[in-house]
Each structure stands twice: as structure tokens, then as C-alpha cells.
């Protein structure tokens, strides 16, 4: 028996352990401390996820290794390893589960073949592909010359603490790759840029007039949001006429609106379609839809008026940049991607949370510049939170080179030609990997929404383009 035939004898055992890891559910909390002093840096969710999975490679017979509940990694040490490793990084934390979901999010179903459950495809069942591809070489005998070590991050959805953790306690891998992201494989990611736009309101308007008293929307920066709610107050008489305007509004448009009276108040909820950031395209951002509505009604507040006038006009439902000014491209990149993920009204201040990817061979200095002569004197400015500068790799480089024909030995499709995506991944964080699947062509894109899925079939697929890839790189 050959290590893709042992790789087929553990369809079972990797549904179950991939059921075990979805039960956990790891959306990053606040931190947590033990009765016994232990800490848990990213909540009991994601702390059970890792666990798990350290519990999984160790009864495997695997070298496991907890960084102070950081992250964590699985290695398949080489008898004369050294210090230098091969790296495979993956993620166990997962985006919040959000509205919508056929079944409970954290427990995995199968229907007709296909795993439903959040973490299925982003990150958890490429990361169980992965171990079980390195369990199939080691049970098999092979002996590698690489330590093959299967890294563990643990917020890779909200941020980099456990990265920087990890680099610091452990250093970065001698080359690798991480399968979050698309087949073949990606050897280009576009700079990523997360910010605010922010303006502050320096009048108050009178109690007893048309007021926005909060909006709020999305719940991550790299997510399209499905929902966006905006609570008013004002009288009777002009709760009515906002209730027919929303009315005749979902009428001219097909966008979903819901208004109710709360108390004294009136709430009005908008409702698109989540997606993930890198592909706004394939969702419908709810923050939009409400502030195209509220721009149709006058508040007392003109600052506030201001505001949604600056939304509609230069933001909108644009996907690129076009009308802040910033829209670029490239060849391998395609345009310059603009998403708001997150909304914050109150009487005091308006924060809109950007997304921004751009293309390779363009520079946040040149995106943040390009919308800074938009604004110009006005009352919205710019915060910058983050930057991740974009990366490239060439097409002919031995890696790839070897990745791509695992992938095309496994699929037979020798047509597609590696990618530059708009995702974020670890190759950005981590450094000296490639970012290789787990997401085929042609495939639905279910990360970051509800009924999140995987078919059986493609977990299969994977693990086999990755036993075939580790072998080729670590055990030839």
C-alpha cells in the first residue's frame, strides 16, 4: 500500500476529526483566565480548537508543541532535521457565525456528500487534509529529510497576535505553504490595507427632532456585512412617513428593508448578502443598502445629512475605488477591491471600517494619497489601523513549479495557471510560503458565510495534492 491508498483508508477518521474541530466553536473571544492561573489569549472556544487538534497529531505520534496557547504546531520531525522546517500554516479560529444557517453552525453535517459547518472550508478542513496527508507518509514509512512541521494559527480572521507570537517563539519556516486560499495556487496576494474613515459631529440636534441615534453594520473589516441596523427617533407622524418611504424604497430596488417600532423609537434593518471581503462581488453590502435609504430622509443634524451624502456619493455600491479615487490595476492582480465591513453611527461620531486590497505593483502610500485628494478640506478623515504589503512570486519558481503539478496530477486540469487573489493569508504574516488551495475552480466560495460547506469529495482531493506535494518537497 502506497501513501495515497492509506490517504483513502482515513476518509472516515478525517470527517470525524474535522467534526470534532467544527464543534469547537473558535470565534475569537476575550481572553480567559484559569481557576489554576492559565491563559487563554483568544477566549475557551479557540483555546478547545487547538486542544483538539494537538490531542489528534500527539495520538498520531507526532512531535506536538503548545506556544503558551498562542498557536501550536504537528511535526513530523526528519532524523537529521536540524533547526529548519517545512511549513504548513493553517488557522483554527473562524469568522463569527453571523444569520442565516440551515443547521447550528458548530456542529457539522453532511448532506449528500458535502460537510456543512463554519470552518469547513476556511480554515479547519484544509488543516485536517494536511494532517492527515503527513499521516499517511509517516504510517507509510517514509522517512523525510525536512522536519514537516503543521502550524496552528489562532487569529488569523482578526488579527496577527498569534502570528507574531509564533515567529518570535519558533521563527518562520525555510519555505512552505498555507491552504487557505485557491487551487492551483497562489502566487501573487494583493497589499492589504484596513482603515477608518471617520468624521465627528460638533452639533446636537434637539431632543424632540428627526435624529439617527445609531447605526450599526457588518461584523468583521474583511467581511461583507449582511446586516446593518439604524435605530431613529422622532414622532408618530414621521415614523409613518419613513415606514412608506422604506416601503416604496424595497419596491424600486429589490433591496430588503424591515421597519418596527421599538419603545419611542424606530429601527430599521437593512439586509444583504455576506461575503468575503476579497470577493465583495459575491455578496451585497447591507451597510449600503441602509445608507442609500437613509440618504432619501432629512435628519435635524446636517453634519449627519453630510455624512450619508459622502457615503452615496463617493462609496456606495462601488466594488473598486472608483469614486474615492483610488481605483488601480494590474495585470496579474486585476483592480484594486474596496469593501466596508463595519459601521458605527452615534450622535458624536461616524466610523466607517475599509478593507482595501491593491494590486502588486501598487503602494499604500499611492491608495491612502488617491483618497486623500477626494476628501480634500472636509470633514471626513482618514485613520490607518493596518498595512500588509503585497507579495509575488514568480511563476517559474521551483516551488511552484512542484506545487502546480501536484495539484494537476490530482484534478487533470492542466489549464489553470497560478493566481493573484485579493486574499489575505498567512504567506503575508508568516513569510517563505505560498499560499496552495484549498478552494478548487469552479467551486462555490461558501467562507465567511452562513451554510459554510465542503464536499467530501474535496477534502479527499486535497489531501491528496497535499500528501503529493510534501513528498515531492520533503521526502524525495
Excluded at 497562489?186 to 471617520?198: K, P, R, S, T
Aim: net charge negative; hydrophobic share 35%; charged share 25%.
Amino acid at each position: 500500500m502506497g501513501y495515497s491508498e492509506r490517504l483513502d483508508s482515513f476518509r472516515k477518521d478525517m470527517i470525524r476529526t474535522l467534526g470534532g474541530s467544527i464543534s469547537c466553536p473558535s470565534v475569537r473571544g476575550e481572553a480567559v483566565k484559569t481557576a489554576a492561573g492559565e491563559v487563554y489569549p483568544f477566549g475557551k472556544g479557540v483555546q478547545d480548537a487547538l486542544e483538539h487538534m494537538l490531542k489528534t497529531g500527539e495520538e498520531m505520534g507526532f512531535e506536538v508543541f503548545n506556544d503558551d496557547n498562542y498557536a501550536g504546531y504537528i511535526q513530523y520531525s526528519a532524523p537529521e532535521g536540524g533547526d529548519g522546517y517545512f511549513g504548513i500554516v493553517g488557522h483554527l479560529d473562524v469568522m463569527p457565525e453571523g444569520s442565516g444557517w440551515t443547521n447550528d453552525p458548530f456542529t457539522m453535517t453532511e448532506r449528500d456528500g458535502v460537510l456543512y459547518g463554519r470552518g469547513t472550508s476556511d480554515d479547519k478542513g484544509p488543516v485536517v487534509a494536511c494532517l492527515y496527508a503527513m499521516k499517511a507518509i509517516k504510517d507509510e514509512g517514509i522517512v523525510p529529510h525536512k522536519n514537516i512541521r503543521l502550524v496552528l494559527g489562532l487569529d488569523e480572521e482578526s488579527g496577527d497576535l498569534s502570528s507574531e507570537h509564533y515567529l518570535e517563539s519558533c521563527g518562520k519556516p525555510d519555505f512552505g505553504f498555507t491552504p487557505d486560499g485557491r487551487f492551483p495556487l497562489v502566487n501573487g496576494e494583493m497589499g492589504i490595507m484596513i482603515f477608518e474613515l471617520a468624521q465627528k459631529f460638533t452639533t446636537k440636534p434637539a431632543k424632540d427632532s428627526l435624529r439617527l441615534t445609531k447605526l450599526e453594520g457588518g461584523t468583521a473589516p474583511n467581511a461583507v456585512p449582511a446586516n446593518a441596523r439604524a435605530v431613529i427617533s422622532g414622532s408618530k407622524e414621521q415614523y409613518d412617513l419613513i415606514i412608506g418611504r422604506a416601503g416604496l424604497y424595497s419596491e424600486e430596488t429589490g433591496h430588503k428593508l424591515k421597519t418596527k417600532k421599538q419603545g419611542s423609537a424606530l429601527v430599521i434593518e437593512a439586509e444583504g448578502v455576506a461575503a468575503h471581503g476579497a470577493r465583495p462581488e459575491l455578496g451585497l453590502n447591507a451597510v449600503s443598502i441602509l445608507m442609500e435609504f437613509l440618504g432619501r430622509i432629512g435628519f435635524a443634524n446636517e453634519e449627519l445629512n453630510e455624512f450619508i451624502a459622502f457615503y452615496n456619493e463617493h462609496i456606495g455600491f462601488d466594488l473598486h475605488g472608483e469614486r474615492m479615487g483610488c481605483y488601480c490595476e494590474d495585470e496579474p492582480s486585476g483592480p484594486l477591491i474596496f469593501n466596508v465591513g463595519l459601521a458605527n453611527i452615534n450622535e458624536e461620531i461616524a466610523t466607517l471600517t475599509v478593507n482595501i486590497r491593491y494590486p502588486v505593483s501598487c503602494t499604500d502610500e499611492a491608495v491612502i494619497g488617491a483618497m486623500e485628494e477626494v476628501l480634500g478640506s472636509g470633514r471626513v478623515g482618514i485613520v490607518t489601523r493596518s498595512v500588509f504589503e503585497p507579495i509575488y512570486v514568480e511563476p517559474d519558481d521551483p516551488q511552484v513549479i512542484t506545487m502546480l503539478e501536484a495539484y494537476r496530477k490530482n484534478t487533470g486540469d492542466n489549464e489553470s495557471e497560478p493566481l493573484t487573489t485579493g486574499g489575505g493569508t498567512y504567506a503575508k504574516l508568516i513569510g517563505n510560503i505560498i499560499c496552495f488551495g484549498a478552494l478548487f475552480p469552479g467551486e462555490e466560495n461558501t467562507m465567511h458565510q452562513a451554510d459554510e460547506k465542503l464536499s467530501v469529495e474535496s477534502l479527499m482531493k486535497m489531501a491528496h495534492i497535499y500528501a503529493d506535494a510534501i513528498f515531492a518537497l520533503c521526502c524525495e
